[in-house]
């Protein structure tokens, strides 16, 4: 039964892994015009909405089955307080950092009317330092990412996310440019 | 995860030289998103079963050996005694 949920963890990790890349690559894409040629931005902006819907589920999969799983020998505190784990502490503590940036980004972002925006976006960019730590995760910890099956697909959704986080950032510091 | 209106304008660039925009709606990005999602997970799920142990796995997690102390253990020992009995064997003096 154990193996079980070593198993679930495995494939829920990477199964967020995925649905983190589209929520970012959906963030993204409406200034980068990344996605132009399958829809509009509205629609693509309705799919970044919605995201959460499929991180939420694949994020909990994956810590509830290594909360169970016997060999990984994972307790609760190391779920939300980071390098405390006796083995893999950085690897494993990189996984914590981005579930506490995620939860600070989705508990922000049901909050947004709550905050000025400056403030909402300066929370949303830390999606960027999740996904940087998740990535980092899964190269340090990922069972599974030592299979170029698991890790071609994998490099190549931070190697896109990457560039176009660049594009996104250089296309934002233009307006400020031409002003000087 | 909303997208913020200020920072990100629905309609990037307008007039004649606009692109057009892909024709897939709303509702099919999620379905498509879900699914491919989901395949993952399955495809993931199938591999894990069948590579279970990974030599290569950067991260091998220290399998402790349950031992109770409170246990009777096995003590060896030599069994071999001295004896009183006269020699049957003798040893050739030069």
Same mark, same amino acid.
């Given at each position: 039964?154990?193996?079980?949920f070593w198993e679930l963890a495995r494939a829920s990790g990477l199964a967020a892994y995925a649905a983190?890349?589209?929520? +970012?690559?959906? %963030?993204?894409?409406?200034? =980068?015009?990344?996605? *132009?040629? &399958? ?11 919605? *995201? /959460?819907?499929i991180v939420?589920p694949a994020a909990l999969t994956h810590i509830v089955a290594l909360?169970?799983?016997? *060999?990984?020998?994972?307790?609760? &505190?190391?779920?939300?307080? /980071?390098?405390?784990?006796?083995? %893999? =502490? ?18 922000? =972002? ?18 960027? +330092?999740?996904?940087? =730590?998740?990535? &980092?995760?899964?190269?340090?910890? %990922? *069972?599974? &990412?030592?299979? /170029?099956?698991?890790?071609? /697909? ?27 | ?10 309609? @990037? ?9 892909? @024709?897939? @709606? ?11 999602t989901l395949?993952i997970f399955a495809?993931s799920f199938?591999?894990a ?46």
């Amino acid at each position: 039964m154990d193996l079980v949920f070593w198993e679930l963890a495995r494939a829920s990790g990477l199964a967020a892994y995925a649905a983190l890349s589209i929520a +970012v690559l959906t %963030g993204i894409a409406p200034r =980068t015009r990344l996605l *132009t040629f &399958l829809a509009s931005n509205r629609a693509v902006r309705a799919l970044h909405d919605w *995201t /959460p819907w499929i991180v939420i589920p694949a994020a909990l999969t994956h810590i509830v089955a290594l909360l169970l799983d016997a *060999t990984a020998k994972v307790g609760v &505190l190391d779920v939300f307080v /980071p390098f405390l784990m006796s083995y %893999g =502490t950085l690897a494993i503590g990189l996984g914590t950092v981005s579930v506490d940036v995620l939860i600070i980004v989705l508990v922000t =972002t049901w909050f947004r009317r709550a905050m000025s925006n400056g403030a909402w976006q300066w929370f949303h960019r830390l999606s960027y +330092v999740g996904f940087v =730590t998740l990535f &980092l995760h899964a190269l340090l910890s %990922g *069972t599974d &990412l030592t299979s /170029p099956l698991i890790s071609v /697909p994998a490099w190549a959704a931070a190697i896109a996310i990457g560039y176009y986080t660049l594009e996104r950032a250089g296309k934002a510091l233009q307006p400020a440019r031409v002003r000087t | 995860m909303a997208a913020n209106t200020h920072t990100l304008p629905l309609t @990037p660039k307008t007039g004649p030289g606009r692109k057009r925009s892909g @024709p897939v @709606p709303a509702w099919a990005l999620k379905v498509g998103t879900a699914l491919t999602t989901l395949s993952i997970f399955a495809v993931s799920f199938g591999f894990a079963s069948s590579h279970l142990y990974i030599t290569s796995a950067p991260l091998q997690p220290v399998v402790v050996s349950v031992s109770d102390p409170s246990r009777s253990t096995t003590s060896l020992a030599s069994s071999v005694r001295t004896t009183t009995r006269t020699a049957v064997t003798t040893t050739k003096s030069s």
